[in-house]
C-alpha cells in the first residue's frame, strides 16, 4: 500500500524534489547515452556513468527515508539540494563544465531554494551554486564537439542544448513552484477551516451550557401550566369548544414535558452512543407526524420521489431536531402551505422544504447559518445555526435558496450508509 503524502510542507517538498531530481538525471542519462551513441562524444564514461548511478541510488534511498514516520526538517532540506549541486558540478565536470549548454540549470535549484527555504539556507544555496559555476569555468573537461558541431539548418550543438535546457529547466520550475504554491494555498484554506470550526463550537458550547440551564429551569412553569389547566379543563364541563381548546394545550404542555425530560435523561448516553440506522422514508414520515403535534395549524405535504432502493441515514436525537428547526420555520413563513420531499441517489439522500414565504434576502443569504443571523423579525438564528452544525458534523449540507415561483427552498443533503452500518 501507497504511503500518504506526509502533512508537513518540508516533507511534500523533499516529495516533489525526489520526482524533479528523478526526472533531471534520467534526462541527463539520456543526452549522455545521445551524445556518445549518435554524436561521438569523446567522455570519461567510466565517472559520468558512477555519477548518474550514486545519485540514482541516492534518489532512491530518499524515497525509501520519506516513507519513515520521522518528519523532514529544513536542515535536511537543505543537505539534499547541497548534495545535487555536488552531483551537477561533478557531471559538468567531465561534460565540458561552463561550456556545457546545461550549465544553467543551476539556477533551478536556486530557484526553488529561494521560494522554499528559510533566507539564511537560501543564501547558501545561492552560494554553493555559484561557486560550482565558477570553478568550472576555470577547471574542466573539454567537449569539443558542444562547441564546433552544427546540425540541421546550421544550428549549433551548443545553441540546441541551451533550448533543450530551457524547457527542461522551465518545465521543473513550473511544476514545483506551481505544487508548492497550490500547497501553502490549501493549508491556509485549511487553517481558515480549522478557525471557523473551533469558533462555531465555541458558540455551541456556549448555547448548549445555557440551553441546559433552560430545560432545568422550565420543569417548573410547564408542571404549573399542567396542573391550571387540568383545573381549568375540570370548570369547563359545559363548554366542549372550551374543553377542546385546552386539551389542545395540555396536549403541547405534555409534549414539551417529555421532550425536557428525554433531552435531560439522554444527553450524556446519547453523545457517546453511535447514531442509529434508520430508512430515510420511513424515519422522515414519522419525524413529521411528531412535528404535526406540535404545529396543528401547518398545511403539509410529504412527497417520496426516490422509487429505486431503499435508503438508510444514521440517525441521532441531535438530527431530528435540526430537521424540526428547518419545518418550523418553513412553518413560520407560511403555515398554510409547507411541501417537503425526500429523494436520493447512490451517495446522497436529498430532503428539500418548500414554503410560500417572502424568501430570503440576498443581503444576508451568504451569512444564513454560520452566525447568529435570522430572517425573522424577532429570531436570533440560533436554531439555523445549530443545524447547520449539526447537518456539518453528519457529513451533510444545507443551503437555502429562493424559489423562482416565491418562497424558500431548503435544500438538506445527508450521506447515505448502509443498511446496519452508522458512521
Known amino acids: 500500500m501507497l504511503q500518504p503524502l506526509p502533512l508537513s510542507t518540508p516533507n511534500r517538498n523533499l516529495v516533489r524534489l525526489t520526482i524533479v531530481r528523478g526526472i533531471t538525471w534520467t534526462g541527463f542519462l539520456a543526452a549522455i547515452i545521445f551524445g556518445i551513441e ?20 541516492f534518489n532512491v534511498a530518499t524515497w525509501w527515508r520519506l516513507g519513515r514516520p520521522r518528519a523532514v526538517t529544513d536542515t535536511e532540506y537543505l543537505l539534499h539540494w547541497l548534495i545535487d549541486i555536488a552531483g551537477l558540478s561533478l557531471l559538468f565536470y567531465y561534460t565540458g563544465g561552463s ?8 539556477l533551478v535549484p536556486l530557484a526553488i531554494a529561494a521560494s522554499t527555504l528559510p533566507w539564511s539556507y537560501a543564501w547558501i544555496i545561492a552560494f554553493a551554486a555559484t561557486a560550482s559555476y565558477t570553478f568550472m569555468m576555470l577547471f574542466f573537461e573539454p567537449v569539443p564537439q558542444l562547441v564546433n558541431r552544427t546540425l540541421f539548418s546550421d544550428i549549433q550543438l551548443h545553441t540546441l542544448g541551451m ?53 432545568h429551569e422550565l420543569g417548573s412553569p410547564l408542571s404549573t401550566m399542567a396542573v391550571l389547566l387540568k383545573e381549568m379543563r375540570h370548570e369547563a364541563k359545559d363548554q366542549p369548544a372550551l374543553r377542546e381548546d385546552i386539551d389542545l394545550l395540555r396536549q403541547q404542555v405534555d409534549t414539551c414535558k417529555q421532550r425536557l425530560q428525554a ?7 446519547r453523545r457517546l452512543e453511535k447514531p442509529e440506522t434508520l430508512r430515510a422514508d420511513v424515519w422522515l414520515k414519522a419525524l413529521i407526524q411528531r412535528w404535526l403535534v406540535l404545529r396543528p395549524d401547518v398545511n403539509h ?43 436520493w441517489n447512490a451517495e446522497e439522500v436529498i430532503i428539500d422544504i418548500r414554503d410560500q414565504g417572502p424568501g ?11 452566525t447568529f443571523i435570522s430572517t425573522k423579525s424577532k429570531g436570533m438564528g440560533i436554531g439555523l445555526f445549530l443545524t ?26 445527508l450521506p447515505r450508509v448502509a443498511s446496519g452500518e452508522a458512521p
Open 38 to 57: 549518435i554524436l561521438d562524444f569523446q567522455l570519461h564514461v567510466l565517472p559520468i556513468i558512477s555519477v548518474i548511478i550514486a545519485m540514482g541510488l
Open 99 to 106: 561550456t556545457n549548454p546545461f550549465i544553467t540549470y543551476l
Open 163 to 215: 533550448w533543450l535546457n530551457f524547457i527542461l529547466s522551465g518545465g521543473l520550475l513550473t511544476y514545483f513552484i506551481f505544487k508548492m504554491a497550490h500547497t501553502l494555498r490549501r493549508r491556509d484554506m485549511t487553517l481558515s477551516r480549522t478557525r471557523e470550526a473551533a469558533l462555531r463550537n465555541e458558540q455551541i458550547l456556549a448555547v448548549a451550557t445555557q440551553a441546559a440551564g433552560t430545560a
Open 263 to 269: 433531552l435531560v435523561a439522554s444527553a450524556d448516553r
Open 301 to 343: 405535504q410529504l412527497e417520496v420521489r426516490g422509487k429505486r432502493g431503499q435508503p438508510f441515514l444514521a440517525i441521532d436525537a441531535t438530527l431530528e431536531q435540526a430537521l424540526i428547526n428547518l419545518l418550523n420555520n418553513a412553518a413560520d413563513a407560511s403555515p398554510h402551505t409547507v411541501v417537503s420531499s425526500l429523494d
Open 360 to 370: 430570503v434576502p440576498m443581503s444576508i443569504a451568504d451569512q444564513l447559518g454560520d
Open 388 to 413: 447547520h452544525a449539526t447537518i456539518n458534523r453528519f457529513g451533510g449540507g444545507v443551503s437555502l435558496y429562493n424559489h423562482e415561483e416565491g418562497g424558500t427552498l431548503t435544500e438538506v443533503k
